[in-house]
């Protein structure tokens, strides 16, 4: 019986050996198996498919252009004319968001993702070039438009107008100037327009960007003789008429400015209205027939007020003819983007 | 023959219960066989096939480094603009890419580890051409990536731009349609006669100005001349616009549902007859113009019809509109 016993276990070691021999142990396979596991990964990790893709290998790696020229390029401002009636040329304002290597900035530390090295964003022009996921370049276009691009390009449709009305219907309306006009006494006010007991001397309207200034403006240049060059000579004088211009009408320069509340907005503003006299006034000279003096009638007012979107504000008030009065107002309306974007 | 019986039962056994392990390691062989397969496939998107050579290949990317020129705006003065005053600023050129910042862009767009990791692979720029070598597979993928920014970049929107006159009660109308025009208003205003219009195309982001109008010449000044006895005036001819002159620059969304729109905009008109005084010399004509000028930046929805601004005094009046469309 221990014979037997010894035999059948000499047997089970001899089965056992053969396969193990055979195979030579698995230790060589694991270690080959975690090498090539490491290696795929990497693979894969190099050019993942993105969501939903299919991962054919010929297929480009989702890619997106985003122009952002509205977003870094520089804004002009449009100073108000001088005194002289000259136009000063637009003044360079820094772009609403910087450098296009600001907002890349800005972007990679709030929609990139953070965990993932794939995929690339690159700036080029005034164009941004980004590779990655489907779902991420989505959520860089809507972070472009819809928190950036709403608050750069908010337009701000701007209005005002010059009246002359009655002292009495100025003392009313002039009691809310610095807040804005209530709507009963607004339709008084176009009442008074539509009877021809007040009259509209000058309206003027302009579209234009938050935190930029703006102009419009409506007039005339007309020449006149304002100077004589004397010209001497022994026997002999010569008048050499020097020709000017005089720049008259009316223009509003104005700067919205939108802040957290949109319920109002912030106006800096210079409103303007020079009226002139139709013929000049010539003075007579002894040579040359006299110089023409032209005489304008100058009305303004420079102010900066916070007023309630929608709502006239009066922002100024000056004298006319007898028992008259003129007054400022101004309006802003915010005109929110309506399917921009995709 | 009983010891030979269990020492096979044995040997058997012993054989049995060491190949309840095998069928793990088959397991583990599957899983080597299937990432050797995957990392092969990789490896054939990075490393040419081995029927495939590198392809020497010329891109004329001219179009994409082509400086694009901004048009000056000419405004309408009776006085000439002296330097530094408006309508004399400079305009610099700028190209959407240059050459190395292109070269650049593809390492990183296209292809990106083979550029260093491939034996022969190279991007050189010769003037406006990139001369590259590389796989005819990364080829056709760069082929693809320069027609996507050809795309971008080829957008060409349309601006147009019409001053009309209306009334004061019109004008006053347009307090409560601020932006776009309904379609029945715009096409009101559209079919008055226009005091001015023009439309005016260029690139995505690029100035365009445009002047139409009638010059006219008048006689605005003399120059004289005197002698011991005598003087004389030599007259001088001078010239004097009247009409529209436009400045845009329109900067499309990305999917060009709107656009970010820069002008100055001016319409200008002489008045008829000139006035003119009389000298010793002769006449002496003194022009008078009216006019109405907007300079303004705003986002305006693609396709319709909006109110930039305008002005109204007495009986003059005139509303600036604007349309852009894309029609890329």
């Not at chain 1, 007309?222 to 022994?234: K, S, T």
């Not at chain 1, 400015?257 to 319920?263: A, K, L, R």
Request: net charge negative.
């Amino acid at each position: 019986m221990t014979r037997t016993v010894c035999i059948a276990l000499l047997g089970f070691l001899a089965g056992a050996a053969s396969l193990v021999g055979g195979r030579g142990g698995n230790e060589g396979l694991v270690a080959r198996l975690a090498e090539l596991r490491e290696a795929a990964a990497a693979a894969m990790a190099a050019e993942r498919p993105a969501d939903g893709e299919s991962a054919a290998v010929e297929e480009d790696p989702p890619l997106a252009l985003f122009p952002v020229q509205d977003l870094v390029g520089p804004r002009r401002d449009f100073p108000p004319p001088g005194e002289d009636g000259n136009e000063p040329a637009p003044e360079w304002a820094g772009a609403p968001l910087g450098s296009l290597e600001e907002l890349m900035e800005l972007l990679l530390v709030t929609v990139w993702p953070q965990d993932s090295e794939e995929g690339f964003l690159h700036a080029s022009g005034q164009t941004l070039l980004a590779s990655q996921t489907r779902g991420k370049l989505a959520d860089v276009d809507r972070f472009l438009e819809q928190t950036l691009r709403s608050r750069a390009n908010l337009t701000v449709a701007m209005e005002g107008e010059v009246v002359e009305v009655p002292s009495a219907l100025a003392r009313t309306l002039a009691a809310e100037s610095g807040v804005s006009l209530r709507p009963e006494s607004r339709s008084a006010l176009q009442e008074a327009i539509k009877s021809g007991e007040a009259r509209r001397l000058f309206a003027a309207r302009v579209s234009g960007l938050a935190g930029q200034r703006v102009l419009v403006w409506q007039g005339r240049e007309a020449a006149f003789v304002g100077d004589f060059d004397m010209e001497v000579a022994e026997k002999s004088a010569a008048a050499d008429p020097v020709v000017a211009v005089v720049v008259s009408g009316g223009y509003l320069s104005i700067r919205p400015s939108v802040g957290e509340d949109p319920s109002t907005v912030t106006l800096d503003l210079e409103f303007r209205l020079d009226g002139i006299e139709p013929r000049f006034r010539v003075v007579e000279t002894e040579v040359g027939g006299g110089i023409e003096v032209p005489v304008l009638l100058r009305r303004g007012c420079r102010t900066t007020v916070t007023a309630r979107e929608r709502a006239w504000t009066v922002v100024g008030e000056g004298a006319a003819e007898a028992d008259r009065r003129v007054l400022f107002l101004v309006r802003a309306t915010l005109l929110p983007r309506k399917g921009g974007g995709r | 023959m009983r010891l030979l019986a269990a020492f096979l039962a044995a040997f058997l056994l012993g054989a049995l219960s060491l190949g309840a392990g095998e069928e793990g390691d088959a397991e583990l062989l599957g899983e080597i066989e299937r990432l050797t397969a995957l990392l092969r496939e990789r490896a054939a998107t990075l490393q040419p096939a081995p029927q495939e050579e590198m392809v020497l290949q010329l891109y004329d990317v001219t179009d994409l480094c082509s400086p694009v020129e901004d048009e000056q705006f000419a405004p309408i003065r009776l006085a000439k603009a002296g330097k530094g005053d408006l309508g004399t600023e400079e305009c610099e050129p700028s190209a959407p890419y240059d050459a190395d910042g292109l070269v650049e862009l593809i390492r990183t767009a296209v292809a990106p580890a083979s550029w260093e990791a491939w034996e022969g692979a190279s991007i050189e720029v010769l003037g406006g051409m990139v001369l590259i070598r590389t796989s005819p597979r990364v080829h056709a993928a760069l082929a693809r990536f320069l027609a996507k920014l050809r795309t971008l970049l080829a957008r060409q929107p349309s601006v147009e731009i019409v001053a009309v006159a209306v009334g004061p009660e019109e004008f006053a109308l347009l307090d409560e349609r601020p932006r776009e025009l309904s379609p029945e208003d715009a096409a009101r205003l559209l079919a008055k006669p226009p005091l001015g219009a023009a439309r005016l195309r260029g690139f995505d982001g690029q100035q365009t100005a445009r002047r139409e109008g009638r010059e006219r010449s008048y006689v605005g000044d003399y120059d004289v001349k005197i002698a011991v006895e005598s003087a004389i005036g030599d007259p001088l001819r001078m010239q004097i616009f009247e009409g529209v002159a436009f400045e845009v620059r329109p900067v499309l969304d990305r999917g060009a549902g709107g656009a970010l729109l820069h002008v100055r905009l001016e319409r200008a008109l002489l008045d008829e007859p000139m006035r003119a005084r009389a000298t010793e010399y002769g006449p002496l004509e003194l022009p008078a113009l009216e006019f109405t000028r907007l300079r303004t930046s705003l986002w305006v929805p693609v396709g319709t019809t909006v109110v930039l601004g305008g002005c109204t005094s007495g009986e003059r009046s005139c509303l600036f509109l604007a349309t852009v469309t894309d029609p890329g």
